[in-house]
């Protein structure tokens, strides 16, 4: 699957103000529900916060991998978050982390979440790519950048 059909220009977000972790993973579930209304915004934070509580989703320079698996879901879905001020992530390497890309997938699409959650981590071990990304000033370039 390709990032273009897990991610849309709306669920795309450049944020220019300080974020604690809990307040990024809220901005992300309200963007998800924006787009998803079948889907309460609680429902979706619940469900990337009980995956933080089993070990932090910051995979290490600057990006976290929050992610959640909801049974009401009917396709998997992505939000992509760009911080100007890194957020305090409990990342493996112990730095803040200044991308987020969230995924929300459905229950029962195990295998599939796996080869997403790896195409997404591939994509972003790209240096350039996240180079370009942190330089990127507004949602659209920022979603030109990660489906380019």
Do not use: W
């Not at 529900?33 to 070990?55: D, I, V, W």
């Amino acid at each position: 699957m390709e990032i273009n059909e897990l991610l849309t220009l709306e669920r795309t977000l450049c944020v220019d103000s300080e974020l604690s972790k809990k307040r990024a993973l809220e901005m992300i579930s309200e963007l998800a529900a924006s787009q998803c209304p079948e889907l309460p915004q609680h429902e979706l934070f619940e469900s990337l916060m009980a995956r933080e509580k089993m070990g932090s989703t910051g995979i290490g320079k600057g990006i976290a991998l929050p992610h959640g698996r909801l049974n009401r879901l009917d396709r998997p879905l992505a939000v992509l978050l760009k911080s100007d001020s890194p957020i305090e992530f409990d990342a493996v390497d112990q730095k803040p982390v200044d991308l987020l890309f969230a995924l929300f997938v459905p229950e029962q699409q195990h295998q599939e979440f796996l080869s997403m959650l790896a195409t997404v981590a591939e994509k972003l071990s790209q240096k350039e790519l996240c180079r370009a990304m942190r330089k990127a000033s507004d949602n659209q370039h920022l979603y030109q950048v990660i489906t380019a």
